[in-house]
């Protein structure tokens, strides 16, 4: 069975961090490129970063400079470092992985950054 779970989320407030993470199981492997995205209330779901089998990273604007992404092919986990966090960064967080026309997406995980 393919799954994608995240934790990690929570409250924090502004200029804080939090580390997000996203176990694979099932035929989600290496090969894979796998990214992070963010839906926050009344707004489209948008791409955060992703990361290629060969660890090359892309960053929305929004969050160059204060996220990264990392994985580790060993326990088939990928990971976002989210630094300086501020209140417009307050979403559920959700992993995704796709290869070719195959694509899965996690539950979500809800970031709060609030004071």
């Known amino acids: 069975q393919v799954q994608l779970v995240e934790s990690g989320g929570g409250l924090v407030q502004p200029g804080g961090s939090l580390r997000l993470s996203c176990a694979a199981s099932?035929?989600?492997?290496?090969?894979?490129?796998m990214g992070w995205y963010r839906q926050a209330p009344g707004k489209q779901r948008e791409l955060v970063a992703t990361?290629?089998?060969?660890?090359?990273?892309n960053y929305a604007d929004s969050v160059k400079g204060r996220f990264t992404i990392s994985r580790d092919n060993a326990k088939n986990t990928m990971y976002l470092q989210m630094n300086s966090l501020k209140p417009e960064d307050t979403a559920v967080y959700y992993c995704?992985?796709?290869?070719?026309?195959?694509?899965?997406w996690g539950q979500g995980t809800q970031v709060t950054v609030s004071s």
């Open positions: 990361i290629t089998s060969g660890d090359s990273t």
């Open positions: 995704n992985a796709r290869r070719g026309g195959t694509e899965y």
């Open positions: 099932g035929s989600i492997n290496r090969f894979y490129v």
